[in-house]
Each structure stands twice: as C-alpha cells, then as structure tokens.
C-alpha cells in the first residue's frame, strides 16, 4: 500500500500536534514494509524533496506561487500514485483542486479530523474568549469550500468522537461512507526514568501554552487559595504572551511554583508524579495527556472535548469541571490524601498507552480504515 499524507507541515520542523500525528503514521507503515509519501509546506524557500526516516518528502516553501504549488500537486499525484490521499490537516494547500485531481485520478480520500480548520476561518472555534457550540454565519461562509470538500471524500477518521459529532452536528461527512474514531499516538523520543518522590510533598505539573482558554489560571488560583495549606509543589512548563507570563508569576508568586519555559515533554514528565490538563476550551483530543501516559503519568483533566475519552476515571487519572472550580480543588486534595493512589495510576496510565496509543497500535486501527477506504473507491 502506498499512503500519500497532505498536511501543513512535517519532521523536523515540529510545528504542532498534526505533524507528530503524520510523522506516527508515516514511518510506522514504512516501517512495516508499505510506502508513505508526504506532501507539505515549509518555511523554507522553493521546493524541497528529501527523504526523512524512509518517509518520502515533498515540501513546498511559502514563496511559491500557487500555480506552481497546484503543479506540484498534480506532479506528485501522477508520479506516487497512491492507493490512498490522508490528508491530515491540509492548511496552505488547494482542497478544491485535491478533491478534484483525486476523483479524476481516482484515488480515494481520507480526512483525519485533528483541529477546527474545517468549520472555523480562525481554527480555534472560539469568538470573545468562549468556545463556540455551532458554525457561525461568517465561518459559514469563509468555509465553503472546506464543505465542498468534505463531500466528496470517501473516509473520515475523527481523532476523537468529540470531534466526528461536531462536525457532523455543523453539516459535515454526515454520509461519508467510512467513519470512525481513532485516537492519537504518540512515542516518546527517549524514555527518561522517573525521579523517585522523597518528602511528602507531591509533585504537580503542568504543561502546555501559557494562554488564558489552557486554565492554567484556574489551576494556580486554585492551588494558591482553597490547597493553600497543604503540601505539594508545582512545574509549569509553557510559554505565552510575554505580559500574561508577567502577570502569572507577579499574581501566583509561590515558593512552591516555578516556571521553567519551554523544554521537552519528557524533561516536565520524568520530575512528577501527577499532570494537571485545566483546559477551559474544547480540546479536540488533549494530546499532552497522551504523553503522560507513555511516561507513567496519570493526569487530572477538565471535563472537555475528547479528553473524558482517555481518561479512566480512578484508575488513570479523574476528571472534573472547569465551570465548577470546587471540584478542581476536590480532586486534587483527594490526590494529596492518597500518594499511594499515585503510584497505583502510574501503571495502569502506562499500560494504557502500550496497548492503545502507540504508533503500531494506531497504524493498525488506520490499515482496517484504509481498507475500507479502499473498498469504497472501488465501489
């Protein structure tokens, strides 16, 4: 089988969760014996083909003009020939002419749902600091050819249900032949141990943009009033608008709290024992619990978007509701009572991940996808 993969961007330029999620899937299937072609934009100036673990790579730079970048398109198409088009998230390439050029050529399409680009002209869903619950009249209408081209695809994979039932609710891919929920994968670049924990103190974390919607406000007002007394500490990786860093640190100056910028996952993960995810936003999936897992992290989540899908309640972590800020406080002083709870979650939180969100587990949910996508196209 031989899987060309249309998204904005791909490794090394890590950008965002979609290239992780193309870069996953990519190499897992070369890896496996099949072929994988990449087509995306890049930073860099004029048209790069390069080969990037196996994966074949066709970046075009910003500064080509779309004619050319239409060409290109087309070139790459006729050239791969592939069994199938997953296009992940497609931001800066022609969809009309994809969906055009794959039904001449006959090659079906496979749209994985990873953000709100499809129904939002902004691509956060979000209008004056709220989430928003349906398409606006203007996304509507700057999104037209997004429903065009959610039409005429034969497969849509929705990363969670969250995301396959709001589109379908906004009047997109409700009679797309193949339809299924497939969560993320992740692989950690290296498997960094532990810190064991000395004292009573237990460590917290938090990891993510330090931007309002991420609630990472409601999670130091939190910890800074209500558990006040109660002895823990707290990491917070992340970086934001320089002013709202400013205020976050003059606002929730505590000895226990400290602010250490950007660094890799692994690097918050491995110094530990909880992750705290106080999303105020409809995450689409919530990748970074995703990561926790895979390093023995159970996590404490809001109750929004795809999150509630991978988090077992009790067992890999708890839930609760950003709009009730008590319960935040109640979950985590259930927590401070417990530590033995903790370490009993660290290996239930990595079992899950072995089994359900490696790169082999998700390739594998995706190959029956692709078959089907397959079986319509031949329909």
């Not at 290239?19 to 048209?47: K, M, N």
Request: net charge neutral; with cysteine; charged share 20%.
């Amino acid at each position: 089988m031989h899987v060309l993969f249309i998204n904005a961007r791909y490794a090394p330029e890590r950008i965002a969760g979609p290239a992780f999620t193309t870069q996953y899937l990519a190499t897992q299937l070369v890896r496996e014996g099949d072929q994988a072609t990449v087509f995306c934009r890049t930073e860099r100036s004029g048209v790069i083909r390069d080969m990037h673990g196996g994966v074949t790579v066709v970046r075009i730079g910003l500064d080509v003009p779309t004619s050319r970048l239409a060409q290109e398109l087309v070139d790459a198409v006729n050239f791969f020939r592939p069994d199938v088009i997953h296009t992940l998230f497609p931001r800066e390439i022609p969809i009309e002419l994809l969906s055009s050029l794959a039904a001449q050529r006959r090659v079906p399409v496979l749209q994985t749902l990873l953000s709100f680009s499809l129904l939002c002209a902004r691509g956060s869903m979000m209008r004056d600091g709220w989430m928003c619950t349906s398409q606006c009249v203007d996304c509507h209408a700057a999104t037209a050819g997004q429903r065009e081209f959610a039409g005429r695809v034969a497969g849509v994979v929705g990363i969670s249900r969250f995301m396959l039932d709001l589109h379908q609710r906004c009047g997109l891919f409700r009679s797309t032949p193949v339809q299924q929920v497939i969560h993320d994968a992740y692989e950690p670049p290296f498997h960094e141990p532990g810190v064991p924990r000395t004292g009573r103190a237990l460590r917290l974390g938090y990891l993510g943009r330090l931007v309002p919607q991420k609630g990472v406000e409601l999670l130091l007002k939190t910890l800074t009033t209500q558990l006040a007394g109660r002895d823990w500490n707290l990491v917070v990786a992340g970086q934001g608008d320089a002013a709202y860093e400013t205020m976050l640190k003059r606002s929730y100056a505590d000895p226990r709290i400290q602010f250490v910028g950007f660094v890799e996952p692994g690097a918050v993960l491995s110094q530990i024992d909880v992750l705290l995810v106080p999303s105020l936003w409809e995450e689409p999936l919530g990748r970074v619990w995703l990561e926790a897992y895979a390093h023995r992290i159970p996590v404490i989540a809001s109750r929004r978007g795809g999150m509630p899908e991978g988090v077992e309640e009790g067992r890999t972590g708890f839930l609760f509701e950003p709009d009730r800020p008590a319960e935040l406080a109640e979950v985590i002083a259930s927590v401070l009572d417990n530590p033995d709870s903790v370490e009993t979650m660290k290996v239930h939180a990595v079992k899950k991940w072995r089994k359900e969100f490696t790169p082999a587990a998700i390739t594998g949910q995706y190959r029956e996808v692709y078959d089907a996508t397959l079986s319509c196209g031949r329909a």
